[in-house]
């Protein structure tokens, strides 16, 4: 996992965290992504940058992805139902963003927190 720093972080600054695309078929979930990275990273997205600090996992789910799964894993589990007790070996991109939370929430810079879902035309966050 890479981090990318594009401006100076204070450490007050708010933290706002994205996710997107834990269930491999939805995959207009990954647009929605890429537009909202293309604008953070554009000169408009600038005073978002500023203002708040963006940890983002654009893809909780790649295996599932990669082998065209419609809802599980590799391991054919529905991620989305393993957030209470992710196994750091079947379901590591849920275990480790459990523990990015956690470690926001208990340093004192308990994040926003959006699932970037898109599945139907009905609501999306
Ligand atoms: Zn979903």
Redesign the pocket.
């Known amino acids: 996992m890479e981090m990318i720093r594009l401006c100076v972080v204070a450490d007050n600054m708010p933290v706002i965290f994205l996710s997107s695309r ?2 491999p078929g ?1 995959s207009n979930s990954s647009w929605v992504m890429a537009g909202t990275l293309n604008f953070l990273l554009s000169e408009d997205g600038r005073a978002l940058r500023e203002m708040y600090v963006f940890k983002i996992v654009p893809m909780l789910n790649p295996d599932g992805v990669i082998n065209g799964n419609y809802r599980c894993s590799l391991t054919g589990q529905d991620l ?1 139902r393993v957030w209470l007790n992710p196994s750091p070996d079947l379901h590591p991109t849920i275990y480790y963003t459990r523990g990015l939370l956690h470690y926001l929430s208990v340093t004192g810079r308990k994040p926003f927190v959006s699932t970037l ?1 898109k ?1 139907s035309r009905r609501g999306w966050l």
Do not use: G
């Open positions: 834990v269930h939805e989305n879902n599945f």
